[in-house]
T-cell receptor
Framework: GEDVEQSLFLSVREGDSSVINCTYT??????LYWYKQEPGAGLQLLTY?????DMKQDQRLTVLLNKKDKHLSLRIADTQTGDSAIYFC???????????FGTGTRLTVIP | NAGVTQTPKFQVLKTGQSMTLQCAQD?????MSWYRQDPGMGLRLIHY???????DQGEVPNGYNVSRSTTEDFPLRLLSAAPSQTSVYFC????????????FGSGTQLSVL
């Protein structure tokens, strides 16, 4: 399978910005995703970006894509305790039937 | 709005036992899939189906069977459970195999002793 790498842990203080990073190896990736998993729950699609885009903003979330370096990041502005969760990066060439996930980054928000 | 429903939420099995994990979706999605989630390994695809009557293997299919007799249901069968199958299992569905959005159920935590 394809390689998608993320750091395992990130801690931030409430109100600060969080930046979660991801690198991938497949230059043919068409879609790049961020999923959120809260304790005891399934994965919730947060946002995704097409490979021909550099940036996507959705309220407190900003996704940046550096296709040359195969680097994806998720910035959460004004991080809240409710943002504490595991965040998975995923990439796909063709869509739902071909998603490869990273190991997930556990974000801890300190009050 | 049920979405993707998985049962049971928790299950403990003894080595060698068999069981079926249930998955149902009410969104009329063609594509359904099963993943397992293990610590430090992300999610790995077990089996998938692009429509009723059609199934195929994913990355880690050994020890698991699936069937897709209806659009709504996609059960995952463990034929003879092994401790290596201790994991959290997620079912997911999408409108089609090439649609960009994949929706997940809440998972089944399985322990094999």
């Amino acid at each position: 399978g394809e390689d998608v790498e993320q750091s395992l842990f990130l801690s931030v203080r409430e109100g600060d910005s969080s930046v979660i990073n991801c690198t991938y190896t497949d230059s043919s990736s068409t879609y790049l995703y961020w999923y959120k998993q809260e304790p005891g729950a399934g994965l919730q699609l947060l946002t995704y970006i097409f490979s021909n885009m550099d940036m996507k903003q959705d309220q407190r979330l900003t996704v940046l894509l550096n296709k040359k370096d195969k680097h994806l990041s998720l910035r959460i502005a004004d991080t809240q305790t409710g943002d504490s969760a595991i965040y998975f990066c995923a990439e796909s060439i063709t869509g739902a039937n071909n998603l490869f996930f990273g190991t997930g980054t556990r974000l801890t928000v300190i009050p | 709005n049920a979405g993707v429903t998985q049962t049971p939420k928790f299950q403990v099995l003894k080595t060698g036992q068999s069981m079926t994990l249930q998955c149902a979706q009410d969104m009329n999605h063609e594509y359904m899939s099963w993943y397992r989630q293990d610590p430090g390994m992300g999610l790995r695809l077990i089996h998938y189906s692009v429509g009723a009557g059609i199934t195929d293997q994913g990355e880690v299919p050994n020890g698991y069977n699936v069937s897709r007799s209806t659009t709504e249901d996609f059960p995952l069968r463990l034929l003879s459970a092994a401790p290596s199958q201790t994991s959290v299992y997620f079912c997911a569905s999408s409108q089609t195999a090439t649609n960009e959005k994949l929706f997940f159920g809440s998972g089944t935590q399985l322990s094999v002793l």
